[in-house]
């Protein structure tokens, strides 16, 4: 019998450097990518289960002294046997043990509690992968249909996807499932990178696309909305109550100015790749707009790029508005589905979100908000969730399930899962290489299913910080058998980045918002 003996929560963050992020806090200076890092200890010397939580700086105190309290509360339980969590619905026990707590329920079934009890639920699925020796993903697909349907709480979805249609569903997933593991560790993740961050000059952007095109990357993101984002704050700041014409009009100038960026990208692309299939584009502005304001953006956006060349369209717009409104991603996105009907060649800007939707409510609302059947799909095009921002491996398989549904009815949704931040991409590769050992490489129509790679330009967020860190190679996440998440901390990593005394926080100017985020 192998027992969990202690819990150790660590704070761990990569100081801002002005790299990257949102355009709402390009003038402070860039994000604090910064970890909560869970490491669970058992009676194996050998045996250590991690996990990680993403936070953006501010907050990080509170959700380490959270994901702390509960993993005591939950896994300090003399009688729950490591060993044996892959055996006899045991780890779904747990699982569900703590998506029922009605405690941490009453606290509501998203942010810091939803988190942290993902980050509890990850480093048990990293301790019995590593128990049995396995890369997590591979483990999990070994526990077989009904024991990954009991991991699933369905009390809020079973109105659109019921426990017997899940395990249907993964039933008929295992037809092809040993060729299709084969061929993830053969072959790896399709993998997009993201380097067109708001901040950055126009010529600077473009030589960072020319040494993706070199380096085979399929496709780059590329922020957008930094003037309308800046325009509004501007405002605000300056007591200027703005009318709906106003802030229509500042839509329409931001569209206008990102035209100019995204017309050099896709000209740089266009003299610099020399392959059959050259890299697409698509775009991110990171929840600045209000419905109405998105749609006049996009509108512009897509239609001065298709005025310049037809064939410069996005592949995606993502997280245009607040990612807590379901309906109001699918008003945008059914408003660009008419807006565009008029062109041939045709042109299409479909809407993408999910990194910051906190339970599998919201992605249920997002795939299956039906309204007026006249105004056309009603399901999001492209779904991206991420490693711990709901509650861990149960709460991703819930989501992974009713996306196939959707797919299932028709709507051919794409798989996209966000991992923008130090350690996701880690994470949240084996999440994609769930998907895609059970329901394949694509959304059923030929349009493949790809993942989100983030790395830096002065400063290594992969290599050195993690044991098992992730790589990509022509385009591809590279799947290695090592058993595990691979969210581990190398110590080199931890006395870089470890709050408060890690060597990048040292000099006189960190080290106050070091003293403020540590627990």
């Not at 501007?234 to 703005?242: F, K, S, T």
């Not at 009009?249 to 995204?262: C, G, H, K, T, Y």
């Not at 994609?432 to 299913?449: H, P, R, T, Y």
Request: charged share 20%; with cysteine; hydrophobic share 40%.
């Amino acid at each position: 019998m192998i027992t969990i003996t202690d819990i150790r929560v660590t704070a761990v963050a990569a100081p801002p450097t002005g790299f990257g992020g949102d355009p709402r806090n390009i003038a402070q200076g860039g994000p604090t990518y910064a970890n909560v890092y869970l490491q669970v200890f058992t009676s194996d010397p050998d045996l250590v289960g991690s996990s990680i939580i993403f936070t953006n700086g501010r907050g990080l105190k509170e959700q380490c002294q959270l994901t702390e309290q509960l993993a005591r509360h939950f896994l300090l339980d003399p009688t729950l046997d490591v060993s044996q969590l892959h055996q006899d619905f045991n780890f779904a026990t747990i699982v569900q043990k703590m998506l029922q707590d009605p405690d941490y329920a009453w606290l509501g079934s998203v942010g810091m509690s939803r988190m942290a009890i993902g980050a509890v639920i990850n480093a048990l699925w990293d301790l019995f992968s590593r128990q049995q020796q396995l890369p997590a993903w591979h483990a999990l697909l070994n526990l077989g249909p009904e024991q990954l349907v009991a991991l699933i709480d369905f009390e809020p979805i079973a109105d659109v996807l019921s426990p017997d249609e899940a395990l249907a569903m993964l039933q008929e997933a295992q037809t092809g499932l040993a060729e299709r593991c084969d061929d993830i560790y053969a072959q790896g993740l399709l993998a997009y990178n993201t380097a067109g961050w708001s901040g950055i000059a126009i010529d600077t952007l473009c030589e960072q696309v020319q040494s993706l095109c070199e380096r085979g990357w399929p496709m780059v993101k590329v922020k957008v909305g930094a003037g309308f984002a800046q325009a509004r704050l501007q405002a605000v700041d300056e007591r200027q109550w703005l009318t709906r014409a106003q802030l229509d009009a500042l839509a329409e100038r931001s569209a206008a100015e990102d035209i100019e960026r995204l017309n050099a990208v896709f000209s740089t692309i266009e003299q610099n790749d020399r392959r059959a299939s050259k890299m697409t584009v698509a775009v991110d502005s990171n929840q600045i707009f209000d419905p109405q304001s998105a749609i006049v953006f996009i509108r512009h956006l897509a239609r001065g790029l298709y005025a310049i060349n037809p064939t410069y369209q996005i592949q995606w717009f993502e997280e245009p508005t607040n990612p807590h409104s379901a309906l109001g991603h699918i008003q945008i996105e059914q408003a660009l589905q008419r807006d565009f009907d008029d062109l041939n060649p045709p042109l299409r800007a479909p809407v993408s979100t999910g990194e910051q939707a906190s339970c599998p409510s919201v992605f249920k609302d997002l795939l299956f908000a039906y309204t007026d059947p006249a105004q056309g799909s009603a399901s999001l095009p492209v779904l991206q969730m991420d490693y711990c921002r709901v509650a861990g491996i149960a709460d991703n398989l819930a989501i992974l399930l009713l996306a196939q549904k959707a797919r299932n009815n028709g709507h051919r949704v794409r798989i996209c899962p966000h991992a923008g931040g130090i350690g996701l991409c880690e994470g949240v590769r084996h999440v994609q290489a769930i998907k895609q050992a059970l329901f394949g490489k694509d959304n059923g129509n030929g349009q493949l299913d790809i993942l989100e790679f983030v790395e830096e330009p002065t400063r290594s967020v992969h290599e050195g910080i993690f044991t098992q860190p992730a790589q990509v190679v022509n385009g591809h996440y590279q799947m290695c058998t090592a058993p595990g998440v691979g969210v581990d901390y190398t110590e080199a990593g931890l006395a870089q980045y470890q709050l408060p005394g890690g060597s990048a926080w040292q000099s006189e100017s960190l080290q106050p918002l070091a003293r403020q985020i540590s627990p």
